[in-house]
């Protein structure tokens, strides 16, 4: 079956580095994406991974996959307090563009 | 800014009326997803719209439906509204094939 999980609060310090996991079921998954929510607005697309790559840099983002263990981890280095927000971690197939979404964590960042 | 827009960006109903959500998707993308978010939930899947034809659908009932125009742009139809279909509906828009998915803004939907 379809399901993602992730935990739903992480509380850093401001300038830390944050760690947001998930996990997936769907082996079949091509790809693995981190959306980004603010209050009162819709998603935004940080970044994806292919399933056949294990990290992927961009800026301060890093994603790490472990496609045996179906974990999905986002990392963000330097946490700015624009960072508090929900983080989606989603899932989809290629060809395909139904995702499947966890229930978000929320990112807390204080001084 | 993803170039999606929907509106209206907030509406009430009365349960049982209907509501008519629209979507208008990036310029050069063929397809059109929407999601229902619920309070506290992450984004369910409703449907998808290639080149105007539905393209797999979640787990929602029939009164749930929608339109893709030439344009690509889309509607999300909900009829006979209950409590329960409260919720941020947001639009998906990519381009067939590849893996980007980018979201509009989302439209606040009270049922009252």
């Known amino acids: 079956g379809e399901d993602v999980e992730q935990s739903l609060f992480l509380s850093v310090r401001e300038g830390d580095s944050s760690v947001i996991n998930c996990t997936y079921t769907?082996?079949?998954?091509?790809?693995l994406y981190w959306y980004k929510q603010e209050p009162g607005a819709g998603l935004q697309l940080l970044t994806y991974i292919f399933s056949n790559m294990d990290m992927k840099q961009d800026q301060r983002l890093t994603v790490l996959l472990n496609k045996k263990d179906k974990h999905l981890s986002l990392r963000i280095a330097d946490t700015q307090t624009g960072d508090s927000a929900i983080y989606f971690c989603a899932e989809g197939a290629w060809g395909y563009n139904k995702l499947i979404f966890g229930a978000g964590t929320r990112l807390a960042v204080h001084p | 800014e993803t170039g999606v827009t929907q509106s209206p960006t907030h509406l009430i109903k009365t349960r049982g009326q209907q509501v008519t959500l629209r979507c208008s998707s990036q310029s050069g993308h063929n397809t059109v997803s929407w999601y229902q978010q619920a309070l506290g939930q992450g984004p369910q899947f409703i449907f998808q719209y290639y080149r105007e034809e539905e393209n797999g659908r979640g787990n929602f009932p029939p009164r749930f439906s929608g339109l893709q125009f030439p344009n690509y742009s889309s509607e999300l139809n909900v009829n006979a509204l209950e409590l329960d279909d409260s919720a941020l509906y947001l639009c998906?828009?990519?381009?067939?094939?590849?893996?980007?998915?980018?979201f509009g803004q989302g439209t606040r939907l009270t049922v009252v």
């Open positions: 998906a828009s990519s381009e067939r094939g590849l893996p980007e998915a980018f």
């Open positions: 769907d082996s079949s998954s091509t790809y």
